[in-house]
């Protein structure tokens, strides 16, 4: 089974209402899933904060995702409180460039809402390398 997580139409988004509720662990969302290890992923790091993964449909020949364990439905709704997470999944992200062998760049990207492109309500972090990357991106 492959897994579609990005370019998703807007229809078939995850819309799911974030609270201070008790909900499964990782959320509701696919992410979430992959987090459970309910859903299969090509993991290449994962901690208690979060999971890295390899996009199933990749825009570029590396392509991984940096996803928070505790479920942020978009940077915009982050908090002061969130800023160590943050900073933690960019220091992952940064170094998924490396591991992956990233060494002549790599962009780092964060969809956030509908006219960001976000397709899964669950804060995620792009890590898209191994070709010239082009201006402006969208």
């Known amino acids: 089974m492959r897994l579609r997580l990005l370019l998703l139409p807007t229809r078939m988004r995850h819309n799911v209402s974030f609270s201070n509720e008790a909900g499964p ?5 696919v992410f979430g899933k992959i987090i459970r290890k309910e859903l299969p992923a090509r993991v290449v790091f994962e901690d208690e904060r979060c999971i890295a993964f390899h996009d199933a449909q990749p825009q570029a020949p590396t392509h991984v ?6 479920p942020l439905p978009a940077l915009s709704a982050a908090a002061p409180g969130d800023a160590d997470l943050l900073g933690h999944l960019m220091m992952v992200a940064a170094q998924m460039g490396k591991d992956l062998g990233l060494d002549s760049g790599f962009r ?15 804060l995620h972090i792009h890590v898209m390398g191994g070709r010239q990357m082009h201006w402006p991106p969208g």
């Open 25 to 29: 662990f990782g959320g509701t969302t």
């Open 65 to 70: 995702l940096v996803v928070p364990k505790r």
């Open 108 to 122: 780092v990207i964060i969809n956030n809402g509908p006219d960001g492109a976000q397709s899964v309500d669950h």
